[in-house]
């Protein structure tokens, strides 16, 4: 008997690599993802159907069963909510019920990355912006009669920024002068005399990460920017990939130079696609001009950089899960030990930064540390991109001061509150940072002021609520966000998430009472000590900030029954 044709075995860890390109290949196909087509791909990748299965069921953007016709997604997260997104959503659904659920859908998706331009929706993978419901339900109507009108442009209000080293106009100075000198010592120092901290929400040192990484040993090393951007009311990375996408990838290359990486991954959000064109275009010139690639400026030094669009979902930008997207997995955050620095992506030694962390570490890289400190203001030194959305007059990203006053901001370059009103509250960072009173808005944006103030600097994803609002109905939004993008790896976070949001819906339609509250900072405290990831440890913010601040509300919905600003007891979602 002659021997069994040798089977083709790849390594375990490479069996999923490039699988959602695949899976997006069929979905474009069939509009979904067949039984069969899933047997198919497990077979030719030597996997098990319940693997191949267990991924494309993790991300809301593969539909595994043929999704209507058309399928409008609102988006109903905090700035969204404060926009219309409710009103937008009542219209649309009075509108078409009694439609087939074959002909029409019509549910939530959480943030766009539209907060800016908010109330977003999205209707069959297009995304429109700033429509009255009257308009979306025009757009609904178009594209069920097969014409569906064009999806809105990202815009953005260009402006002339001082992170630019250059205008533009001579890119990567700063790598042609470091691949000439080799100063990899002299980069170091002037991004640790700089103070550079990371802008993907945490604040952790740059040059420690980065020090980390170049002192290992292993011949193989990646650096990854996190361009996931997925945070209600976090916009800045899209401005900065808009204005400056050569900053950022110029900041890579000196990331992997500077740590013997060889290969880096650029992890861009599936809703980018505008971003994610101007990047393909900047790799493809960067390379062209020698910036990239084998052999560097001619010299013996080579970095290459992999465009990787997410296969979706907010947690894929924590760090750990987001390594398990480009291995081709479900992302699910990894337990910590083994650190980035020591066991990230393929277990190698990792780097990921942020899209700002880069941009800023290749403009103090060409300018200084000296003159990233010269900017500032209150005393403190340093610049920030930031975001304003939710009841602003000028919704947007500004390129500020570090140390910017949060009511400057809001007044300065935000335009005020919308209509002339009063600020009530403002979230400095998203749900992540919770809510805190308009008396809080004179402290300036900076790391160790906003963590005394039980808050964050964070992703500076500033959303404002002006006087009117319901913050207890604030807190649930923020909430629920947490919840619907909850991966489910961890009980705390999976049953927790879900608890918290049934207590404060119970809280705004009068179903329970005061007793509740103890329950709350209990639920609060299992999430912030037994949550894996930074998802479930944050989600407690919004609702404990609120009873810290608007703690008279809260009580007013619990023990009488009245919601002070007529939000919620309405009978449907507040
Ligand atoms: C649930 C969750 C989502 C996150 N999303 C992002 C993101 O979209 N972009 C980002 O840069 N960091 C995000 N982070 C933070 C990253 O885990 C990581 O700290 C960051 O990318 C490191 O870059 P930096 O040091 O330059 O800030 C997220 C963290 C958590 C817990
Ligand atoms: S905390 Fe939540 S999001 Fe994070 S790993 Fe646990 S279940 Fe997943
Ligand atoms: S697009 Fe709706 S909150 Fe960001």
Same mark, same amino acid.
């Given at each position: 008997?002659?021997?069994?044709a040798?089977f083709?075995v790849? $390594? /375990?860890?490479?069996?999923?690599?490039?699988?959602?390109?695949?899976?997006k290949?069929?979905?474009?196909?069939?509009? @979904?993802l067949?039984?069969?087509?899933?047997?198919?791909?497990?077979v030719?990748?030597g996997?098990?159907?319940?693997?191949v299965?267990?991924? &494309?069921?993790y991300?809301?953007?593969?539909?595994?069963?043929?999704?209507a016709?058309?399928? /409008?997604k609102?988006?109903?997260?905090?700035?969204?909510?404060?926009r219309?997104?409710?009103?937008?959503q009542?219209?649309l659904?009075?509108?078409?019920?009694?439609m087939?659920?074959d002909?029409?859908?019509?549910?939530?998706?959480?943030?766009v990355g539209?907060?800016?331009?908010?109330?977003?929706?999205?209707i069959?993978?297009r995304?429109?912006?700033?429509?009255?419901?009257?308009?979306?339900?025009?757009?609904?109507?178009?594209?069920i009669?097969?014409?569906?009108?064009?999806?809105?442009i990202?815009?953005?209000?260009?402006?002339?920024?001082?992170?630019?080293?250059?205008? +533009?106009? !001579?890119?990567?100075?700063?790598l042609?002068?470091?691949?000439?000198?080799?100063?990899?010592?002299?980069?170091?120092? !002037?991004?640790?005399?700089?103070g =550079?901290?990371?802008m993907?929400? #945490?604040?952790? $040192?740059?040059?420690?990460?980065?020090?980390?990484?170049?002192?290992?040993?292993?011949?193989e090393?990646?650096?990854?920017?996190?361009?996931?951007?997925?945070?209600?009311?976090?916009?800045?990375?899209?401005?900065i990939?808009?204005?400056?996408?050569?900053?950022?990838i110029?900041g890579?290359a000196?990331? +992997?130079l @500077?740590?013997?990486?060889?290969r880096?991954?650029?992890?861009?959000r599936?809703e980018y696609?505008?971003?994610e064109d101007?990047?393909?275009?900047?790799?493809s010139?960067?390379?062209?001009?020698?910036?990239?690639g084998?052999?560097?400026?001619?010299?013996?030094l080579?970095?290459?950089?992999?465009l990787f /669009?997410?296969?979706g *979902?907010?947690?894929c930008?924590?760090?750990?899960?987001l390594?398990?997207?480009?291995? *081709?997995k479900?992302?699910?955050?990894?337990?910590?030990?083994?650190?980035?620095?020591a %066991?990230?992506?393929?277990?190698?030694p990792? /780097?990921?930064n942020?899209?700002e962390?880069?941009?800023?570490?290749? %403009?103090? &890289? #060409?300018?200084?540390?000296?003159?990233?400190?010269?900017?500032?203001?209150n005393?403190?030194?340093?610049?920030?991109?930031?975001?304003?959305?939710?009841?602003?007059e000028k $919704?947007g990203?500004?390129?500020?001061?570090?140390g910017?006053?949060?009511s400057?901001?809001i007044?300065?370059?935000? *335009?005020?509150?919308?209509?002339?009103?009063?600020?009530?509250?403002f979230?400095?960072?998203?749900?992540?940072?919770g809510?805190?009173?308009?008396?809080?808005?004179d402290?300036p944006?900076?790391?160790?002021?906003?963590?005394?103030?039980g808050s964050m600097v964070?992703s500076?994803a500033?959303?404002?609520?002006?006087?009117?609002?319901?913050?207890?109905?604030?807190?649930?939004?923020a909430?629920r966000?947490?919840?619907?993008?909850?991966c489910?790896k961890?009980? $705390?976070c999976?049953l927790?998430?879900q608890?918290?949001?049934?207590?404060?819906?119970?809280w705004?339609?009068?179903?329970?009472?005061?007793?509740?509250?103890?329950?709350v900072?209990?639920l609060?405290?299992a =999430?912030?000590q037994?949550?894996i990831? *930074?998802?479930?440890?944050?989600l407690?913010a919004p609702?404990?900030s609120?009873?810290k601040?608007?703690?008279?509300e809260?009580?007013?919905?619990?023990?009488?029954r009245?919601?002070p600003?007529?939000?919620?007891f309405?009978?449907?979602r507040?």
């Amino acid at each position: 008997m002659s021997a069994p044709a040798p089977f083709k075995v790849l $390594p /375990v860890e490479h069996k999923t690599d490039g699988i959602f390109e695949e899976l997006k290949e069929v979905q474009r196909k069939f509009e @979904y993802l067949p039984a069969e087509e899933l047997k198919r791909i497990a077979v030719s990748r030597g996997l098990a159907l319940r693997d191949v299965h267990a991924i &494309a069921s993790y991300y809301p953007h593969f539909y595994l069963q043929r999704p209507a016709r058309v399928t /409008v997604k609102i988006c109903d997260d905090m700035s969204c909510h404060l926009r219309g997104a409710p009103a937008l959503q009542r219209k649309l659904e009075q509108r078409f019920q009694g439609m087939s659920e074959d002909d029409l859908t019509i549910r939530n998706v959480s943030c766009v990355g539209r907060c800016d331009h908010a109330p977003s929706f999205v209707i069959n993978d297009r995304y429109y912006d700033g429509f009255s419901p009257d308009e979306a339900v025009s757009a609904v109507v178009q594209t069920i009669g097969g014409v569906p009108p064009r999806g809105s442009i990202y815009r953005l209000h260009e402006m002339p920024l001082a992170t630019d080293p250059c205008g +533009g106009e !001579k890119p990567y100075s700063a790598l042609k002068e470091f691949v000439r000198s080799r100063d990899w010592p002299g980069l170091l120092a !002037k991004i640790k005399t700089a103070g =550079l901290r990371g802008m993907g929400g #945490a604040g952790y $040192p740059t040059n420690q990460k980065w020090e980390s990484v170049r002192n290992s040993t292993s011949p193989e090393k990646y650096i990854i920017c996190n361009a996931d951007e997925s945070e209600p009311g976090t916009i800045k990375d899209r401005f900065i990939l808009t204005q400056l996408p050569h900053l950022v990838i110029e900041g890579m290359a000196l990331a +992997g130079l @500077y740590t013997g990486a060889k290969r880096g991954y650029f992890y861009i959000r599936h809703e980018y696609q505008e971003q994610e064109d101007i990047i393909r275009g900047e790799l493809s010139r960067a390379c062209q001009n020698g910036f990239l690639g084998k052999n560097i400026l001619g010299t013996d030094l080579s970095f290459e950089i992999t465009l990787f /669009v997410s296969p979706g *979902g907010y947690i894929c930008g924590e760090e750990t899960a987001l390594l398990e997207a480009i291995e *081709g997995k479900r992302a699910e955050p990894r337990n910590k030990p083994p650190f980035m620095a020591a %066991a990230g992506l393929w277990g190698k030694p990792t /780097v990921i930064n942020n899209v700002e962390t880069l941009a800023f570490a290749a %403009a103090i &890289a #060409a300018k200084g540390a000296d003159w990233f400190n010269s900017h500032g203001a209150n005393g403190f030194t340093g610049l920030k991109f930031a975001g304003v959305s939710g009841d602003v007059e000028k $919704p947007g990203i500004y390129e500020v001061p570090m140390g910017t006053k949060y009511s400057d901001f809001i007044d300065q370059y935000g *335009g005020g509150v919308s209509s002339g009103r009063k600020l009530l509250a403002f979230a400095p960072s998203g749900p992540s940072s919770g809510y805190l009173p308009a008396s809080m808005a004179d402290l300036p944006m900076d790391w160790q002021t906003m963590n005394k103030a039980g808050s964050m600097v964070g992703s500076s994803a500033i959303v404002v609520c002006a006087e009117g609002r319901c913050m207890l109905d604030m807190a649930l939004n923020a909430v629920r966000f947490y919840r619907n993008e909850s991966c489910g790896k961890c009980v $705390p976070c999976r049953l927790g998430s879900q608890k918290m949001v049934e207590i404060l819906e119970g809280w705004t339609r009068g179903n329970s009472g005061p007793s509740d509250i103890p329950l709350v900072e209990e639920l609060s405290h299992a =999430l912030r000590q037994g949550s894996i990831c *930074g998802l479930g440890q944050f989600l407690p913010a919004p609702i404990q900030s609120v009873l810290k601040h608007f703690r008279a509300e809260v009580e007013e919905h619990l023990t009488n029954r009245r919601c002070p600003a007529g939000v919620c007891f309405k009978g449907g979602r507040a």
